[in-house]
């Protein structure tokens, strides 16, 4: 066995968590006494087989998580923690109130300190580390330095390869329409500032995306929420919202609906984009999870022809929740007020970041990467519903094969938020997505984190 192989944790999925559980084991253990020098990032990385990439992103979450020390010029030094983060996370997530405020901020701090049973991303596991390692070297060869502004729409190629892969969904558009964001609630952002909303009267889906909802409410918006059904929002209810406030836009999450996991039927999308025209309403399509569909149908886009519809999309789901690229396409009459709102906020959006875009989503192993992780959506989202429903709990779309779940407990139980809490399993009550203020009994669950006894033991000890 090579000296370093005992660093490794042969149970875990990848070679940076093997790393990095394997260290704090030995740390544990006093293998590695405080203070004793780890070997360098190449000396690591030769032993185990691995590239100084994984080392190094290893070492770094290690140093982020207190268990090692680096030290300019000298290296990485084993330290042993003063205080457990998992306490100090739970303390900071106990105080803070359960609303849309907490999962913007809270959850987040919880990442690594317990089950996120009700976060919006997939774990960093799902996806090919390799594949952002080959990307990186292959930028680093080309010498790209990106040490200037970027150019106000984001970067050319990104562009003229989403302006290509969109025409083959059947949306006919050029570089120059389409806008690169940092991600797809920026996206939304810019268009909430260009359309100058504040304080007006906005369609919004019910149950809605928690970050437009607390943005829209923070503008002074007044919310007609849109009741959703599993086929997508009651056209009846849409059209009767239409004729009596006369609103300017719907902001709609169409396909792989967030939090409900529903997608909009034919004849909904039909009727939508017929009330749309007819009364005269933007529509602000937010695909984010595109390329998570498994049998992708017409955007309303697409349908639309973009003349009433703005669609965004966004890399984060499918290539990593930390590359933070998105995009904006909406009618030529926008493009320019658009960018001028981009630019005001936040001048231009990173090249790094689109270049590293560009080059995993053009990557030749980018298809079979991605439907080896829309299969395995499919699979825990299949296994938890049967679960869920095993417990008599009421599934809202059973049939999805989104990462979410929306369901609701049996008549007359009653989930402990309290005794989630403590147990570090952090839910999604479906408060934080309701539109119109109203309390429901529904949660949002992602199925990406649920194959964990642990959690099912605790939802059965809550009947």
Known sequence: MNRYQSFLDPSQRTKVEQLVRGIQQAIREGRLTPGSKLPSIRAIAKDIGASPFTVSEAYDRLVQEGWLLSRAGSGFYAQRKQQSPSQAVRKQLSDLPLDGDWLLSGIYQGEQQGILAGCGWLPASWYDDQAQVRALRKIA??????????????????????????????????????????????????????????????????????????????????????NWTPNGPDLQLLE???????????????????????????HIAHGVLRLAQQYDVLLVEDNVSADLLAQAGPSLAAMDGLRQVMHIGSFSKALSPALRVGYLLAPARWQAALTRAKMLAALTSSTHTERLAYELASDSKYK????????????????????????????????????????????????????????????????????????????????????????WQWLTAQQ
């Open 368 to 455: 079979k990467q991605n439907s080896r992780l829309i299969e395995r959506i499919a699979q825990s989202t299949s296994k938890a519903v049967a679960h869920f429903e095993q417990l008599g709990w009421q599934v809202f779309q059973p049939n999805s094969k989104s990462m979410f779940i929306w369901a609701r407990p049996p008549q007359g139980v009653s989930i402990d938020q309290e005794s989630a809490r403590q147990q570090q399993i952090y839910l999604a009550p479906g408060d934080l997505f309701s539109s119109d203020g109203s309390g429901t009994p529904y949660y949002r669950f992602n199925a990406a984190y649920l194959d964990n006894s642990r959690f």
């Open 240 to 266: 009767q919202l239409m004729q009596q406030h006369r609103p300017r836009v719907f902001f709609t999450n169409p396909w792989l609906h967030n939090p409900t996991g529903a997608s909009y039927a034919p």
């Open 141 to 226: 060869r080309e010498q790209v330095t990106g040490m200037t502004y970027g150019h106000p729409q984001g970067l050319l190629l990104l562009r003229e390869f989403l302006a290509e892969k969109l025409g083959l969904q059947g949306i006919s558009c050029h570089a120059e329409e389409i806008l690169l964001t940092q991600g797809a609630t920026h996206a939304l952002d810019i268009v909430c500032s260009t359309l100058r909303l504040d304080g007006s009267a906005v369609l919004i889906d019910n149950p809605g995306y928690c970050n437009l909802l607390s943005a829209l409410r923070f503008r002074g918006c007044q919310l007609l929420p849109v």
